[in-house]
């Protein structure tokens, strides 16, 4: 389970997620029904398009979002891989919302040792997590991972930009 849940808004702000990222971020509980229901309504209105199901979970009631998972084919969080791209977005907007969020860098790094564990001890995580190793080749202390924190942030971004459908 994510360590944090991400508002509708927070998520559109950034970008809008791909049928699969909303399962993903849904079984993981990264995101709650009614944001789902919010993100499905909120790319109906923008005239984009839609799978069948993102439009049924678009109309649902606020009395109805017990039913968000089914209809979304969410069986429970067990059967999500961490390493499947519909996971990159969730792990670009937990890194980008540890650094719109809290107050300092050792902070943020604290919540990155959080979601390193989240994200199945991931490799590109681990260049932010202090008291992991540098990447081979890296330069070590604050200074070198904060540039990486830059570098992932800019990378990522820039990677969702260009894979976005």
């Known amino acids: ?10 998520v559109l702000d950034h970008f809008t997620p791909t049928l699969g990222e909303l399962q993903w971020g849904l079984a993981r509980e990264w995101i709650k029904p009614a944001d789902c229901v919010a993100i499905c309504l909120a790319k109906m209105n923008s005239g984009a398009q839609l799978e069948d199901v993102e439009e049924r979970v678009g109309l649902l009631l606020s ?13 429970g969080q067990d059967a999500v891989d961490p390493e499947a791209p519909e996971a990159e977005l969730w792990k ?23 979601l ?3 994200f ?20 070590v ?3 070198a991972m904060k540039q990486r924190l830059d570098k992932y942030l800019a990378d990522s971004a820039e990677h969702l930009k260009d894979n976005r459908p």
């Open 120 to 139: 199945d001890h991931d490799a590109e995580l681990a260049g932010l997590v202090r008291f992991l190793p540098p990447p081979e080749g890296a330069a």
């Open 116 to 118: 390193w564990c989240d």
């Open 63 to 75: 009395d109805e979002l017990e039913e968000v998972s089914a209809i979304l084919g969410i069986d």
């Open 92 to 114: 670009y907007l937990a890194v980008r919302q540890a650094v719109d969020t809290l107050p300092g860098f050792e902070d943020q790094l604290e919540a990155f040792a959080d």
């Open 1 to 10: 389970m994510g360590s944090t849940t991400f508002s509708a808004s927070y």
């Open 141 to 143: 202390g604050l200074p």
